[in-house]
């Protein structure tokens, strides 16, 4: 996984040339370029969550006792008003 921060850290570091040309010198082209290089950081950032949240169930299940889980105990219902 350390590879994917680097990844993202030279994505990151590509871009700066891009920025600055859009945001000092109004290159719009450039800025086409930012946003196509954030859109590719948020795929990327979205594939390291992923991967974070599955091995933290994997840990969280290989942690968790070997029971079943209980079903939600059943509500009662409110008792019914008397007629007079």
Excluded: C
């Amino acid at each position: 996984m350390a590879n994917r921060f680097d990844e993202i850290k030279d994505l990151v570091a590509s871009l700066e040339g891009d920025f600055k040309k859009f945001y000092e010198q109004g290159n719009k082209a450039a800025g086409t370029r930012v946003r196509k290089g954030m859109l590719d950081l948020k795929t990327l950032a979205q594939s390291v969550r992923l991967h974070v949240q599955e091995e933290k169930n994997k840990e969280e299940a290989k942690a968790a006792p070997a029971t079943p889980a209980k079903a939600p105990a059943k509500e009662k219902a409110a008792p019914a008003k008397k007629k007079k």
